[in-house]
């Protein structure tokens, strides 16, 4: 089994920052893609970022300039610095991987961590 937590969430006023961790650990082989995701309320979930094992980044257009995921493959944590916060960022961010286990390839999920931006 692989497990996901996350934290760094909170309430941060508009304009502040805040950065997400989120580490894996258990049965990892290999982990490839890392990505955080985000559910406002009444809206479905929506990928934020991505990142390959090799470092490549994917952003949604909304966090563009803002937001910046990183990785540490050492440490197998993945990171989201989230700067300039508008009150549409605020949602429950979770972390997801692609962990490679002797079944092959799974996606695991965190449980999330509330991110609240007031304005």
């Known amino acids: 089994q692989v497990q996901l937590v996350e934290s760094g969430g909170g309430l941060v006023r508009a304009g502040g920052s805040l950065r997400l961790s989120c580490v894996a650990s258990?049965?990892?082989?290999?982990?490839?893609?890392m990505g955080w995701y985000r559910q406002a309320p009444g809206k479905q979930r929506e990928l934020v970022a991505v990142?390959?094992?090799?470092?490549?980044?994917n952003y949604a257009d909304s966090v563009k300039g803002r937001f910046t995921i990183s990785r540490d493959n050492a440490k197998n944590t993945v990171y989201l610095q989230m700067n300039s916060l508008k009150s549409e960022d605020t949602a429950v961010y979770s972390c997801a991987a692609v962990v490679v286990t002797t079944n092959g390839e799974t996606n695991y999920w965190g449980q999330g961590t509330q991110v609240t931006v007031s304005s």
């Open positions: 258990g049965s990892i082989g290999i982990i490839n893609d």
């Open positions: 990142i390959t094992s090799g470092g490549s980044t």
